[in-house]
């Protein structure tokens, strides 16, 4: 599985902004995707998850509300839509996904990187 994620940038402190992760090769061995982020100076932390069957959703406290994750499949797409956006969301943002029966998330795309100014 390959993973490819795009869309970050430079927004203000309130503003929206959504990232993408297109995904190919052997996809339908994909059972869940998920968000990440690392803020500079800080270890890597989970923001969410959706399940690839079922599209059953996650996330971590501190986006719940705010950020929401979800799937285009025919495109084998997809998305974090970040709503009310804060400086402390700041990070680079990373997919990644799971296969089979597997916990751990073996497969990762590129950063993108989200800075949001105050």
């Known amino acids: 599985v390959q993973l490819q994620a795009y869309g970050g940038g430079l927004v203000q402190a309130g503003d929206s902004l959504r990232l993408s992760c297109a995904a190919s090769?052997?996809?339908?061995?994909?059972?869940?995707v998920g968000w990440f982020r690392q803020a500079p100076g800080k270890e890597r932390e989970f923001v969410g998850t959706i399940t690839w069957i079922g599209s059953i959703t996650n996330y971590a406290g501190s986006v719940k509300g705010r950020f929401t994750i979800s799937r285009d499949n025919a495109n084998n797409t997809v998305y974090l839509q970040m709503n009310s956006l804060k400086p402390d969301d700041t990070a680079v943002y990373y997919c990644a996904a799971k296969t089979g029966r597997r916990p751990s998330y073996d497969y990762w795309g590129q950063g993108t990187h989200v800075t949001v100014s105050s």
């Open positions: 090769g052997r996809t339908f061995s994909t059972s869940a």
